[in-house]
C-alpha cells in the first residue's frame, strides 16, 4: 500500500487510528509525501473528518 492509500484509507476509517500512527512513525514514504509542500483542495466533508479523526491521535 502507498502512502496516499494509506492516508485515504485513514480517512474513509478502514484504518484504524493506532495503524496510521505507526506509519506516521515508521514510513519513511510518509515522511517525505507530509514534507513536501503541496496545494491542497478544500473539499469541506475530507477536511470536517480529517480534523475528527487526527484530533484522536493527540
Known sequence: MNSIDIIKNYLEGSLSPQDFQKELYYNKD?????????QIVNTPNL????RRKLSCLF
Open 30 to 38: 510518509m515522511e517525505n509525501l507530509l514534507s513536501k509542500e503541496t
Open 47 to 50: 477536511v470536517h473528518n480529517s
